[in-house]
């Protein structure tokens, strides 16, 4: 009788927990923000195109490739189509006429029309969501041609506060203010702000003043959103400018994880190893787009979430 009580008063505390995790979880959120390389410029197939280079480093000549196919081998589902996570979305308004693009991860969230071209979003995307258990949202705030000096500079570095500071702050709360509306099944489960990426300095760095100030200024931008939506120690990723000759300027950036206040919660990610010979890209005229390679974005994105997977512990 005595174990039976015990049996008893046992059971209803054991019955909590289950009840508790049939709760929807919340959706972990990761801002992508920076200018045109964050926008997303890596070719998928445009292999027949004039100025295309014969389709030279697009993602279906990569994935045509022996030696390098098994990498890529996961964008495509069974029935040859491209692929698209049920636990990952994407939200990016494109381009300055913020044409909207919303839905399951896949190719086509880059900033041209149609679905020929993607960004580190893609494998980014799959790196979180195979190590996150949660539904995951990837939001995009990007624009091209765009620098930290002057555009996106933060409230805290003095001076006028960058329009494009304002406007990734805005974008972010259209849609977290509004996740039912854009994502259905996202409705009523709340969400966390999970990690922000930063890849931007193209335009920086051709003015003294703004490869000078990058690394303070950067300091001060991951300061500022961190304050704004109250997460004082907010996972971050800064990659490297590695597309650019400039290494005075890239050796500033890489500055920013040597800080005591960011040890342990921001890396910096290398990224010149990932720039591929024009000669076998897509884009030959476009070094300050990678030239287009589809493997260059690929290999970002891959780092990018390895980086942020190492900083949440994962």
Same mark, same amino acid.
């Given at each position: 009788?005595?174990? +039976? ?20 979880? =919340? ?8 200018? !045109? ?14 100025? *295309?280079?014969?389709?030279? $480093?697009?993602?279906?000549? +990569?994935?045509?490739?022996? =030696?390098?196919?098994?990498?890529? &081998?996961?964008? &495509? ?21 913020? &044409? ?18 993607? $960004? ?6 799959? @790196? ?17 041609? %765009? ?8 409230? #805290? ?23 039912? %509306?854009? /994502?259905?099944? *996202? ?13 931007? $300095? ?22 500022? @959103?961190?304050?704004?939506?109250? #997460? ?6 800064? $990659?490297?400018?590695?597309?650019? #000759? ?25 990224? &010149?190893? /990932? ?11 476009? !070094?300050?787009?990678? /030239?287009?390679?589809?493997? !260059? ?6 780092? /990018? ?6 900083? +949440?512990?994962?």
């Amino acid at each position: 009788m005595r174990l +039976l009580l015990i049996l008893l008063a046992v059971l209803p505390a054991c019955a909590e927990p289950r009840a508790n995790s049939s709760e929807p979880q =919340r959706i972990r959120v990761f801002v992508l923000a920076g200018q !045109s390389n964050m926008e997303g410029q890596a070719v998928v197939d445009l292999v027949h195109e004039k100025h *295309y280079n014969g389709g030279r $480093g697009t993602l279906i000549r +990569l994935m045509e490739d022996p =030696r390098k196919a098994s990498k890529f &081998r996961h964008l &495509r589902d069974a029935g040859g189509k491209w692929a698209e996570r049920d636990d990952v979305r994407v939200w990016y308004r494109a381009g300055e006429d913020a &044409r909207l693009k919303a839905g399951k991860l896949s190719i086509g969230y880059a900033v041209y029309p149609g679905r020929h071209h993607f $960004g580190p979003e893609l494998q980014f995307g799959h @790196v979180i969501g195979d190590a996150v258990d949660a539904p995951v949202l990837l939001l995009k705030a990007a624009w091209g041609g %765009k620098s930290l000096y002057k555009d996106f500079r933060p409230p #805290s570095a003095g001076g006028d506060v960058g329009p494009y500071y304002t406007k990734m702050l805005a974008e972010c709360h259209e849609v977290l203010d509004n996740l039912g %509306k854009y /994502f259905p099944d *996202y409705a009523g489960r709340g969400y966390e702000i999970a990690g922000f990426v930063w890849f931007q $300095g193209w335009n920086d760095m051709f003015d003294k003043a703004a490869v000078a100030d990058y690394e303070s200024n950067l300091a001060h931008l991951i300061r500022d @959103v961190r304050k704004h939506f109250n #997460s004082a120690r907010l996972p971050v990723v800064v $990659g490297e400018t590695g597309n650019a #000759s400039n290494e005075i300027f890239r050796a500033n950036q890489a500055v920013i994880a040597t800080r005591p206040e960011f040890a342990d919660n921001i890396r910096f990610v290398k990224t &010149r190893a /990932f720039l591929r010979p024009k000669e076998h890209s897509p884009n030959v005229g476009h !070094s300050h787009h990678w /030239f287009g390679n589809a493997e !260059s974005y690929f290999l970002i994105g891959d780092s /990018f979430g390895h980086a942020m997977l190492s900083i +949440l512990g994962k």
